[in-house]
């Protein structure tokens, strides 16, 4: 009925956050490796901000498709309330109560996955420095 609502508001909640932070950070400085003073090597992070991007990105384009399958089905319609639900008590408790339940889990459910994405993306961020500076040491 309208579970992508949820997912839409927590997506215009991360696309804000994004903004802000991204204004707040400073360059993440990039490690040069050198071998004989030529520059071979360089590993900088990504940013925050860009990782917070990728969530409203999901965010966004889960709401979309959702509101597709809604408008397809006729739960969405193109006049006011705009919610087909919203005409009767009854269908707006149901609705509601789908909100609190479908689309909060489906909202968390994509939150988690991009937890996972992030973490993975520190581990071989990770990797990727001890990499260079053991590279660099041997080289020396």
Known sequence: MACFLVSAAEAVVTTVAAKVVEKREKEQPELEISFDGAKTESVARIPFSRKLKWLS???WGGSVLLM???????EVIPFFPFLSAMAD??????????????????????TLVWLCVVLVTALIEKRAVKEAKELAASKK
Do not use: N
């Open 57 to 59: 990105r999901m965010l």
């Open 68 to 74: 597709f399958e809604h408008i397809w089905h006729g």
């Open 89 to 110: 008590p009854e269908d707006a408790a149901a609705m509601f109560h789908e909100m609190a339940t479908v689309g909060v889990a489906m909202a968390a459910l994509v």
